[in-house]
């Protein structure tokens, strides 16, 4: 690998293939691009696919503000229970069950929508006493995965299988921290026949689509040309509100004085917990220079960034 120099800035929609991590795409990524600075929002199992945002450069400390959201394209199989609730787990039962209908799995799916109670998979990265629940479970400890409350908007049948284990494939809009694994197997208890997961696709996340995503190809490709295809913060922030200030006041911002609304020469002042902060230029195209957020009636600082758009 060459030296590093941490010159790229900006988001990177990543269609993350089967069978890898999310941190073996972070590390990937190091390579091809020879930069060390990169982070991913959210993380994606091994056997799943799809939507995985990257953070190059000073971007990375950005992440947290991307917008809230999360959908996938799930195939959940009846019939049977593995230990991590999906494909890549031994298999604890298998029962055929042939005569399970699709009007029958369709009556309990209201079940699952709406702000729920989950116990996330044993086998998965959430955190007791310190300690991974997947690092517990492969050393054979027996922990209980704590429940927590997570949303789920909406779930969608897509398609039906028939057969000794049938599969439904749905469409489901959730909210950050829900297990699509611990949804496939709770609906196979409900339904006394046993679920798990068998596919698991991420179609949207933080405000990305998989439609307008790339492969590691890809990244190679426009690496040699030097021509990359990112979204700049000022795009995948724009759910944000926005204030630009004036050079010098944006010069005393940025080096971490907060403003006072009596400084700020604007008719009408935006609100909201976070505020893209902009450096207003005569070429009308302003510096993105940081996000900031009110504190009572001062503009306050969280993060500074050197001027991006």
Known sequence: MGKSNDSIHGFLNLNKPFGITAHDCISRLRKILQQKRIG??????????????????????????????????ATIRFGLVTATDDLEGNVITQHACPDLTLGAVEQLLPQFLGKIQQRPPAFSAIQVQGKRLYDLARAGEVVEAPIRTVEVRSIQVLAWRHGDFPEIVVSIDCGTGTYIRSIARDLGEKLGCGGTLAGLERTHSNGFDLSNSVTFEVVEAQK???NFNLTPPSIALAHLPSIALDSETAKRWSCGQAIGQESIDLEAIPTGDYLRVYNKKDDEKDDLIGIGEWQGQNLCPVVVLSPIN
């Open 40 to 73: 991913h929002s959210g993380t994606l199992d091994p056997a799943a696919t799809g939507v995985l945002p990257i953070a190059l450069g000073q971007v990375t400390r950005l992440i947290r503000f991307l917008p809230e959201g999360k959908s996938y394209k």
């Open 224 to 226: 040699l040309d030097q």
